[in-house]
C-alpha cells in the first residue's frame, strides 16, 4: 500500500482479490447458517410429513377405487351369492362415487391445512358447487377442478416418497461422514474415506437446499392443482369486485339520503322559520323607517330565494318522494318541472332496489335536462317499464339529433364532456346499459336497461 496525492493509494489487485475473499466469505456463511435456519428445516418437516399423508391419502382413495370396479365388474358379470350379494354390489357401485368424492375435498383440506401449518403457506380452496344434493353428487365429477386434485393426491405420492427419501439421504450425510471417519484415522482405506467423507459434508451442507427445492416444487404442484384455476381466480375477483361495487353505489345512495333528510330537517326548517320571521317582522313594524322596512324586505327575499335553492339541492341528492311514494310520483315531478310538455308512462308491477330506482330517477333527470339544454325539441316522451329483472328507461325527444356519448347532450359538442357520459358512467355502475340512438336532423332515442336488483 503506497500514499498518493490526498490519501491511500489502493492496488486494484489487492482490492478484487479482498472482494473475492469476502464474496467467498459471505457464501460460506450463508450456506452454514442455512443448516440451523428455520426456512431449511420447515422445508424438511414438510417433506418428511408429506410422505405418510400422500400415502395415506393414496391408500384410501386406491381402496375405493378398487371397491368401485369391483361393485361394477360383479354388477356386469352377474352376482353369484343372490340377491344380498346384488344389493351390496348396488350399494357399494353408488356409494363410493361419493365416498370419493368426500375423500377428495377432505383429502385436499387436509393438504393445504399442512401447508398453511408447516410452511406458512396459504392455498385457497377452488369454488365450490353450488346447487342441491343432485348437483352436489354429478356436477363435480364434471368439473375440472375435482379432476386437479385427484391428480394431485396421485402426484403426492410420487413427491412425498421422492422427496423425503432424497431429504432423509442428505441429512444422514452427518452419519455416513462419522461411520467412515475411522476408515482413513488409522490408514485404512484413506483414499475412499477421505473422498466419502468429503461427499458426505457436501451432501450435509446442501440438505437444506434440496429440502427447500422440494418444498418449492410441491408448493407448485399444490398451487396448480390444489388451488383455483386462473379462469376461477379471476371470476371469483370479478363477483368480488362486483359486490363491492354494488356495495359502493347502496353505501352513496345510503349517504345522499342521509344527507338531504338532515338538510330537509335541519337547514330547510330553518329557512322556513326565518322566512316567516321576516316576513312577520314586516307586517309588525309597519311604522318602522323606510330603509329598515326594505332592509327586512330584502332579507326576506334572500332567505325564500336560499330556500327554493335549497330545495332544489336537496331534489338533486335524492328526492323524498322517491322513498314515500315511489318511482312513478317522483318521475311525475320532474316532468312537471320540464320546460316542454313530456309524456310519461310508468309500468311498473313491482318496485326495484333503493338504489336501481335512485338511479333511474336521475337518469330521466339528467336526459330531460340535456334535452332542454341542447336538443330544441319541441316535446319528448319517457316510457318506464319492468320485464322481468330489468328495468327499461327510454326518453325520446323530437329535437335535431345528433348525440353521441362524447357530446353534453343532444347535438353537437358542448366541450363540458357531462351529460350522456354521465348517463352511461351511471347505468355502468350497475351493470346497466345505455343505448343511444340519434340521427342528424332527429329524433333522439335514449334507451337504458338496469338490473332491478343490484
Known amino acids: 500500500m503506497?500514499?498518493?496525492?490526498?490519501?491511500?493509494?489502493?492496488?486494484?489487485?489487492?482490492?478484487?482479490?479482498?472482494?473475492?475473499?469476502?464474496?467467498?466469505?459471505?457464501?460460506?456463511?450463508?450456506?452454514?447458517?442455512?443448516?440451523?435456519?428455520?426456512?431449511?428445516?420447515?422445508?424438511?418437516l414438510h417433506a418428511l410429513v408429506g410422505l405418510p399423508v400422500g400415502i395415506g391419502v393414496g391408500m384410501v382413495i386406491g381402496g375405493l377405487v378398487v371397491a368401485w370396479f369391483a361393485a361394477?365388474?360383479?354388477?356386469?358379470?352377474?352376482?353369484?351369492?343372490?340377491?344380498?350379494?346384488?344389493?351390496?354390489?348396488?350399494?357399494?357401485?353408488?356409494?363410493?362415487?361419493?365416498a370419493l368424492l368426500w375423500c377428495v375435498h377432505a383429502s385436499s383440506a387436509l393438504q393445504r391445512a399442512r401447508f398453511r401449518t408447516v410452511l406458512g403457506v396459504e392455498i385457497s380452496a377452488p369454488p365450490s358447487v353450488v346447487g342441491g344434493w343432485p348437483l352436489r353428487a354429478v356436477r363435480p365429477w364434471r368439473a375440472a377442478t375435482t379432476w386437479r386434485q385427484l391428480g394431485y393426491h396421485l402426484l403426492a405420492l410420487v413427491i412425498g416418497t421422492v422427496g423425503s427419501a432424497v431429504v432423509t439421504i442428505f441429512w444422514s450425510a452427518a452419519i455416513i461422514a462419522v461411520a467412515y471417519a475411522?476408515?482413513?484415522?488409522?490408514?485404512?482405506?484413506?483414499?475412499v474415506g477421505v473422498t466419502l467423507t468429503v461427499l458426505a459434508l457436501a451432501m450435509l451442507l446442501a440438505a437444506p437446499w434440496v429440502a427447500l427445492g422440494v418444498a418449492r416444487v410441491d408448493e407448485g404442484a399444490a398451487r396448480t392443482l390444489l388451488g383455483p384455476s386462473r379462469g376461477e381466480e379471476l371470476a371469483r375477483r370479478v363477483e368480488s369486485l362486483t359486490r363491492s361495487r354494488a356495495?359502493?353505489?347502496?353505501?352513496?345512495?345510503?349517504?345522499?339520503?342521509?344527507?338531504?333528510?338532515?338538510?330537509h330537517d335541519g337547514a330547510q326548517q330553518r329557512l322556513v322559520s326565518?322566512?316567516?320571521n321576516l316576513g312577520m317582522a314586516r307586517a309588525t313594524l309597519a311604522d318602522a323607517p323606510e330603509?329598515?322596512?326594505?332592509?327586512?324586505?330584502?332579507?326576506?327575499?334572500?332567505?325564500t330565494q336560499a330556500l327554493v335553492e335549497l330545495r332544489e339541492l336537496v331534489r338533486g341528492l335524492h328526492p323524498a318522494v322517491l322513498n314515500d311514494r315511489g318511482l312513478d310520483a317522483a318521475l311525475s315531478g320532474i316532468v312537471a318541472r320540464a320546460p316542454f310538455p313530456v309524456?310519461?308512462?310508468?309500468?311498473?308491477?313491482?318496485?326495484?332496489?333503493?338504489?336501481?330506482?335512485?338511479?333511474?330517477?336521475?337518469?330521466?333527470?339528467?336526459?330531460?335536462t340535456n334535452v332542454a339544454k341542447h336538443a330544441s325539441a319541441s316535446h319528448a316522451e319517457v316510457t318506464v317499464e319492468r320485464t322481468g329483472g330489468q328495468?327499461?328507461?327510454?326518453?325520446?325527444?323530437?329535437?335535431?339529433g345528433g348525440a353521441t356519448p362524447s357530446t353534453g347532450g343532444s347535438g353537437p359538442a358542448d366541450g363540458n364532456g357531462s351529460g350522456l357520459r354521465g348517463l352511461a358512467q351511471r347505468a355502468a355502475a350497475v351493470d346497466g346499459t345505455l343505448t343511444i340512438h340519434s340521427p342528424p336532423g332527429g329524433p333522439t332515442t335514449i334507451t337504458v336497461e338496469l338490473p332491478c336488483e343490484s
Open 291 to 303: 330603509p329598515a322596512r326594505q332592509a327586512i324586505a330584502h332579507a326576506r327575499d334572500e332567505a
Open 2 to 44: 503506497a500514499r498518493g496525492l490526498g490519501g491511500v493509494y489502493r492496488d486494484p489487485m489487492t482490492s478484487k482479490e479482498t472482494a473475492n475473499g469476502r464474496r467467498r466469505t459471505g457464501t460460506l456463511t450463508t450456506v452454514l447458517r442455512a443448516l440451523w435456519s428455520a426456512r431449511g428445516w420447515q422445508a424438511t
Open 343 to 368: 309524456r310519461l308512462r310508468v309500468d311498473l308491477a313491482q318496485r326495484c332496489s333503493p338504489s336501481i330506482e335512485a338511479i333511474a330517477y336521475f337518469v330521466v333527470s339528467e336526459a330531460l
Open 72 to 98: 361394477v365388474w360383479s354388477l356386469v358379470e352377474g352376482p353369484t351369492g343372490g340377491w344380498v350379494l346384488a344389493v351390496a354390489c348396488v350399494v357399494v357401485a353408488v356409494a363410493s362415487p361419493l
Open 247 to 263: 356495495d359502493v353505489v347502496a353505501a352513496t345512495d345510503a349517504e345522499r339520503r342521509r344527507i338531504e333528510r338532515d338538510l
Open 274 to 276: 326565518l322566512a316567516m
Open 391 to 400: 328495468l327499461r328507461i327510454v326518453v325520446s325527444d323530437d329535437g335535431h
Open 182 to 191: 475411522g476408515l482413513w484415522s488409522d490408514g485404512r482405506g484413506l483414499g
